[in-house]
């Protein structure tokens, strides 16, 4: 498929890039959703645009020198793989900007609705949160999000990967977060010092690990551990429900995000009686379990 001539705008560059999407199938969901907003967004940033460009940007004539660079980012993508977020080493959840590259799962959660959404409204007071805990922070990006919605509180940030904490520590550095929020290298709480959460948020790896071995390249390309949850993808989910109600206040919550576990979550942790949290898409994967639930549970 032959690339747009000499003189092509970059219109018909985005029209050309919809059709290798289509052509090399290349996997999407890790920066948006569909092949016209993914590739706009990285001729934008090849181009050293604003991502709120004017659409009339699309009928600019490209020069030789832009036109290299939107060729070699679009190689890059369609034959290399190479997700969009590691190419241009920013993700997006809402208004917030996060750096990340190879060493993190590319951010994308639910909780980017939960948190402004619905959380309060399972507090008993909203404004006398204190501490919360974000369990496999991975880039950091949760953690920063519950530290911009509860500004008076500390927040702990754990996840097992020395390599992810490094990327969660420039994203705090870049949120000018670093007194309130502490990266903790620890497998859930085994290396976290004593305390009592207001919320535990997590979103952990939930992929069973035949899921994962199937995956596209593009998600094969984020590190394995921040999908894997082992045999069934509940591992690290039973870990940190072991884990939790030790570490609540009383009137504490815990939010996690599982994916396509619903019915699983639901049989093996009936005595918990998880809430699930209603998205505007209507996948409902963020489910909620109180602390007196939690307290009570023996395993």
């Keep these: 498929m032959a690339a747009p001539p000499a003189g092509a705008a970059l219109g018909d560059w985005l029209r050309y890039a919809e059709r290798l999407y289509a052509r090399e199938q290349l996997a999407l969901g890790q920066v948006a959703a569909s092949a016209h907003d993914e590739a706009l967004y990285?001729?934008?940033h090849a181009l050293g645009l604003p991502l709120d460009s004017p659409a009339l940007v699309l009928a600019k004539p490209l020069t030789a020198a832009e036109r290299a660079a939107v060729a070699t980012m679009l190689r890059r993508r369609a034959v290399d793989r190479v997700p969009a977020a590691y190419l241009t080493h920013e993700a997006w959840l809402g208004e917030h900007r996060f750096y990340v590259d190879e060493r993190v799962i590319i951010p994308r959660s639910y909780f980017l609705e939960i948190i402004p959404q619905q959380l309060d409204g399972w507090l008993p007071d909203p404004a006398k949160v204190r501490r919360v805990a974000d369990v496999c922070t991975g880039s950091g990006c949760l953690a920063i999000l519950l530290a911009h919605h509860f500004p008076a509180a500390k927040v702990d940030a754990l996840d097992l990967s020395a390599a992810a904490l490094e990327v969660a520590r420039i994203n705090v550095r870049e949120h000018r977060l670093t007194r309130r929020i502490a990266l903790h290298r620890?497998?859930?709480?085994?290396?976290?010092?004593?305390?009592?959460?207001?919320?535990?948020?997590?979103?952990?790896?939930?992929?069973?690990?035949?899921?994962?071995?199937?995956?596209?390249?593009?998600?094969?390309?984020?590190?394995?551990?921040?999908?894997?949850?082992?045999?069934?993808?509940?591992?690290?989910?039973?870990?940190?429900?072991?884990?939790?109600?030790?570490?609540?206040?009383?009137?504490?919550?815990?939010?996690?995000?599982?994916?396509?576990?619903?019915?699983?979550?639901?049989?093996?942790?009936?005595?918990?009686?998880?809430?699930?949290?209603?998205?505007?898409?209507?996948?409902?994967?963020?489910?909620?379990?109180?602390?007196?639930?939690?307290?009570?549970?023996?395993?």
């Excluded at 699930?276 to 379990?289: K, P, Q």
Aim: hydrophobic share 45%; with cysteine.
């Design 42 to 44: 990285l001729l934008l």
């Design 186 to 299: 620890s497998d859930v709480f085994a290396a976290v010092p004593a305390a009592k959460y207001d919320v535990i948020l997590s979103n952990p790896p939930y992929e069973p690990s035949a899921h994962v071995r199937a995956q596209s390249p593009e998600f094969k390309a984020e590190p394995r551990m921040a999908h894997d949850g082992g045999k069934d993808g509940l591992g690290i989910i039973r870990k940190l429900l072991q884990q939790a109600g030790a570490r609540l206040a009383p009137q504490g919550i815990v939010l996690i995000e599982v994916g396509g576990l619903q019915a699983a979550m639901n049989r093996e942790f009936a005595a918990l009686e998880p809430h699930w949290l209603r998205t505007e898409d209507g996948a409902d994967c963020v489910c909620l379990i109180h602390a007196a639930r939690l307290q009570a549970w023996r395993r």
